[in-house]
């Protein structure tokens, strides 16, 4: 029985195809070695102090919104964090925080705030600070970004910040009347929310 081979040009072009296609997996680099933000926020890490989630959530373009953010400090030293929006034209509306060495502080805990509380207790029995910046106009509308700026020890980092409907997760961060606000915040109509993300959208095909 005479048994059929391959040609010498097509063996030829399949070793070529195999060694480009190694070469592109040795140079490139793997994808679980890149930075991934497992949120709708962005984060890094400034100083040893993880910033974590970092978004805003407002209603719409030109209505007041709620910065949202986690910071972790798991270093030796307490950290002061200052933490400011840019809203229009180089103004900002900023706030200071101190984070114990070994917490974290979420800023944006609405059940926290409505509590008037300093600290809550997580799943493992740790104490975790609370926080809250309120920015009186967001001037973009959802869907885009706004520059938020963290600072600890002369050191910055600055992160372009999400702007996010109060929907879903988010819906119960809304802007509130604070200690300093001498006028209460105006009520907006009601923020429509498309379907969520994996939810049936309840049509037959």
């Known amino acids: 029985m005479k048994l059929r081979t391959r040609s010498l040009p097509a063996a030829v072009l399949t070793v070529a195809a195999t060694v480009g296609l190694a070469g592109c997996s040795v140079f490139s680099p793997p994808t679980v070695l890149k930075p991934y933000e497992p949120s709708d926020g962005t984060g ?6 993880q910033i974590r989630n970092v978004l805003v959530v407002s209603g719409g ?13 798991s270093g030796e030293e307490d950290a002061s964090v200052s933490v400011s929006v840019d809203v229009d034209a180089g103004s900002a509306t900023a706030q200071s925080y ?10 944006g805990d609405p059940v926290a705030v409505a509590e008037d509380t300093a600290t809550t207790d997580d799943d ?22 706004v ?3 963290f600072r600890i020890s002369g050191a910055a980092s600055q992160f372009q910040a999400p702007v996010m ?6 819906a119960t961060i809304t802007p509130t009347p604070s200690a300093e606000e001498t006028t209460p915040v105006t009520e907006t109509d009601p923020v429509t929310c ?8 309840g049509e037959e095909h």
Do not use: M, R
């Open 44 to 49: 890094g890490e400034l100083e040893g102090v």
């Open 61 to 73: 373009v030109d209505e007041p919104g709620v910065l949202a953010a986690v910071l972790v400090n």
């Open 98 to 107: 101190f984070v114990a060495a070994g917490s974290s502080l979420h800023i």
């Open 124 to 145: 493992s029995g740790s104490q975790q600070e609370v926080g809250w910046l309120q920015v009186p106009q967001v001037p973009v509308t959802p869907g885009e970004t």
């Open 147 to 149: 520059p938020v700026t």
């Open 165 to 170: 409907l109060p929907c879903f997760e988010y």
């Open 194 to 201: 498309g379907p969520e993300v994996g939810a049936e959208s």
